[in-house]
C-alpha cells in the first residue's frame, strides 16, 4: 500500500514540476511560479526516495528517512514563494491591513494544535515525535503565508484573488502531510493512502491554477 501510494503521488507531482519547468522556467517568468515549481520537485525527489527505499527491501516507518526532507523542502518552497516574492508588494506594514495579520495567525495556531492532538497526546515514539515536530516547525510559516494571502484584499495589483486556489490547496496540503506523518508512525496504510490522494491531486493540480492565475491577472 505505502509503495502505491508513493508512486501515485511521485507521477503526480512530476508531472507538475515538468509542465511548471516548460511554462515558467524562461526569461521574465514569475520568480513565485518558479517557486512552487521547485517544491513540486523536492516532493518528487522526495516520494522517489521512498519508492526507491520500498523497492529494495526497506520500509518507511522504522526510523528516520531521506524522503522527508521531501516535505520538508516543499514547505521551504512554499513560504519562499509567498513571503519572499509576494508578501512586501501587497502588505505596506500599516494598520490598516493589521486584522488580516493577526487573522493568519490562526493557521500556524491550528497546525500546532495538530501536531499536539496527533503527536503528543498519543503514544507516539520519540522518534515520529520529532519528525512530526521539525515538519510542524516548517508547516507554521508557510500556513501563517498561505491563510494570510488567502484573506488579503485586493488593494492595487489584483494579483491576490488570482492566486487564491493556490494558496487554498497550499494550506490544505500543510495540514495533509502532518496527518500523513502521524499515519506513517502508526503505521496506517488506509490513512497514508488517503492523505497521498489529497497531496496528489493537489500537485498535479497547483501549476495549471498558478498557470490561469498568471493569464489572468496580466490579461
Known amino acids: 500500500m505505502y509503495l502505491i501510494a508513493n508512486i501515485i503521488v511521485c507521477v503526480c507531482a512530476l508531472t507538475g514540476f515538468i509542465y511548471g519547468v516548460i511554462k515558467f522556467f524562461r526569461p521574465r ?11 513540486l520537485g523536492c516532493i518528487t525527489f522526495g516520494r522517489l526516495f521512498n519508492i526507491v527505499r ?6 518507511l ?3 528516520f528517512q531521506l524522503g522527508f526532507l521531501g516535505m520538508v523542502g516543499s514547505l521551504m518552497f512554499f513560504f519562499s514563494a509567498n513571503y519572499g516574492t509576494v508578501d512586501s508588494l501587497l ?3 500599516t494598520k490598516a491591513f493589521r486584522k488580516y495579520r493577526l487573522i493568519a495567525f490562526a493557521a500556524p495556531a491550528a497546525v500546532m494544535i495538530v501536531y499536539v492532538l496527533l ?3 498519543g503514544d507516539s515514539s520519540l522518534l515520529w515525535i520529532i519528525l512530526g515536530a521539525v515538519l510542524s516547525l516548517f508547516a507554521l510559516p508557510a500556513s501563517y503565508f498561505n491563510l494570510k494571502h488567502l484573506i488579503f ?4 495589483f489584483g494579483v491576490v484573488k488570482c ?3 493556490y494558496n487554498l490547496l497550499a494550506l490544505i496540503y500543510t495540514v495533509v502531510i502532518i496527518i500523513e506523518c502521524f499515519a506513517m508512525s502508526r503505521d ?11 497531496t496528489a491531486l493537489i500537485a498535479v493540480t497547483v501549476i495549471p491554477l498558478i498557470v490561469r492565475g498568471i493569464k489572468k491577472w496580466r490579461t
Open 119 to 121: 503527536f503528543l497526546l
Open 29 to 39: 517568468q514569475a520568480l513565485y511560479a518558479q517557486m512552487i515549481t521547485l517544491s
Open 54 to 59: 520500498l523497492m529494495t527491501g526497506g520500509d
Open 61 to 63: 516507518t522504522s526510523g
Open 91 to 93: 502588505d505596506d506594514r
Open 163 to 165: 492566486l487564491r486556489p
Open 188 to 198: 496506517n496504510e488506509i490513512l497514508t493512502l488517503v492523505c497521498c490522494c489529497i
Open 153 to 156: 484584499p485586493d488593494v492595487d
